[in-house]
Structures are given as structure tokens and as C-alpha cells.
């Protein structure tokens, strides 16, 4: 099946520093991946759409210039959350849908943990 | 009102024992239905996904789906303490690149 690999899987860095994280489909182009972010005990909430080769859409109340999104490739989509402070701190995770004679579910990767000091 | 509505429980249940688990939403007009399976600090894992009204077995698991009612339901049978963890139902308009609308989540635990 579709395989979605996120990295780092944990990061923990200090107030004001920007973190970069990676979602990568391993066996499977990915035009669109979209990505979320996961309170504790809480739903998943979708921050934005990342297309290959074009802008992000952000969802309502997400800020761009925090949550900077790249998908240069059709494998890989990056996520950079920009000066982070502790309010950032949160499980993000990535997803990317599969491909097939049918169109594909979505695959998520094992998220990454954030963490700031 | 959520566009989405599932009962986030918790719930704990004996090993063995049919676990049913149900999602009710708003908008007719969704035509795809998804289960998923997250573990503590891991992503969802795909269980099962269905294509407007019917059932879907695999294995120990049947998805419901009745459009009629907006309602929809995954049962596992034979339940297991490996079963424990959160589940999620999903649902979209269309299939692949397209944004899921997600229930709150619920937590399931299998007692040995």
C-alpha cells in the first residue's frame, strides 16, 4: 500500500528557532498532501492543502507566513513553522492520497512531534 | 453543530467482545467514508473505506454505511487488546486529493 514517511519524528528546539519538517511518499507520486495538526485528545485539524509546483491553500485562521509550505517535488512536501514559540508545540502530521485504476484514501505519515522550550 | 459528530467516549470493553463504533454527519452530499486507527503519537492508519450506502467486511471489521440516516458505523469482532486505541471516521466529498472532514475521535480500550 501507499507508504507516507514524515521526518524528524520528534523535534524539541528553543523559543524563536524555525523548524522544518518532511513528508515524503515513498512508493507513489503525490500532486497534492495535505497537513494537519493534532492537539492531545483532539481531532485532527487541517491547517493547509501543499500542491507540487504551486502555492499552498491555507485553511481560515491558519497564518501563513508561521506555517510555510513547499512541495517542490512530487514526493516530497515540506512544512516549516517560522520563529516558533511554545503555543506551536503540537503533533503535526502529513498526508498524501494514493494512487490507483480508482482514486485513493488518503495515507498519513506517523506525524511529528513538536516541542518548544 | 459539527459537520462531523462522534462520540469521543471513552470506552472500555472485555476482550472478545463486539465493539460497535458510529459517526453521524450533516452534509448529504458526502459520498466517501473512511475509518482510521491512530495509536498514542502515531498517525492514522487506514482501516476501511466505503463508497456511498452498503457494508465492507475485512477480516474482524464491517463498515456501515446508510446515506438515508447520515449515519455511519465500524463494528470489530473478536476484539482484541492490540484493538485499543483511537478511531476516527473520516468523510469527503470525493476521493484522493480532496479534504476530510474528521469526527472527533473515539478512544477504545480492550481489557485482557
Known amino acids: 500500500g501507499a507508504v507516507v514517511s514524515q521526518h524528524p519524528s520528534w523535534v524539541i528546539c528553543k523559543s524563536g528557532t524555525s523548524v522544518k519538517i518532511e513528508c515524503r511518499s515513498l512508493?507513489?507520486?503525490?500532486?497534492?498532501m495535505f497537513w494537519y495538526r493534532q492537539f492531545p485528545k483532539q481531532s485532527l485539524m487541517l491547517m493547509a492543502t501543499?500542491?507540487?509546483?504551486?502555492?499552498?491553500?491555507?485553511e481560515q485562521g491558519v497564518e501563513k507566513d508561521k506555517f510555510l509550505i513547499n512541495h517542490a517535488s512530487l514526493t516530497l512536501s515540506t512544512l516549516t513553522v517560522t520563529s516558533a514559540h511554545p503555543e506551536d508545540s503540537s503533533f503535526y502530521i502529513c498526508?498524501?492520497?494514493?494512487?490507483?485504476?480508482?482514486?485513493?484514501?488518503?495515507?498519513f505519515g506517523d506525524g511529528t512531534r513538536l516541542s518548544i522550550l | 453543530q459539527k459537520e462531523v459528530e462522534q462520540d469521543p467516549g471513552p470506552l472500555s470493553v472485555p476482550e472478545g467482545a463486539i465493539v460497535s463504533l458510529n459517526c453521524t454527519y450533516s452534509?448529504?452530499?458526502?459520498?466517501?467514508f473512511m475509518w482510521y486507527r491512530q495509536y498514542s503519537r502515531k498517525g492514522p492508519e487506514l482501516l476501511m473505506y466505503?463508497?456511498?450506502?452498503g457494508n465492507k467486511e475485512d477480516g474482524r471489521f464491517t463498515a456501515q454505511v446508510d446515506k438515508s440516516s447520515k449515519y455511519i458505523s465500524l463494528f470489530i469482532r473478536d476484539s482484541q487488546p492490540s484493538d485499543s486505541a483511537t478511531y476516527l471516521c473520516?468523510?469527503?466529498?470525493?476521493?484522493?486529493?480532496?479534504?476530510?472532514?474528521f469526527g472527533q475521535g473515539t478512544r477504545l480500550t480492550i481489557n485482557p
Open positions: 473520516a468523510m469527503s466529498l470525493i476521493q484522493g486529493a480532496q479534504k476530510l472532514v
Open positions: 498526508s498524501a492520497p494514493g494512487v490507483g485504476w480508482f482514486n485513493q484514501p488518503q495515507h
Open positions: 501543499s500542491n507540487e509546483g504551486s502555492k499552498a491553500t491555507y
Open positions: 512508493d507513489f507520486q503525490a500532486t497534492t
Open positions: 452534509n448529504s452530499a458526502f459520498q466517501y
Open positions: 466505503t463508497y456511498s450506502s
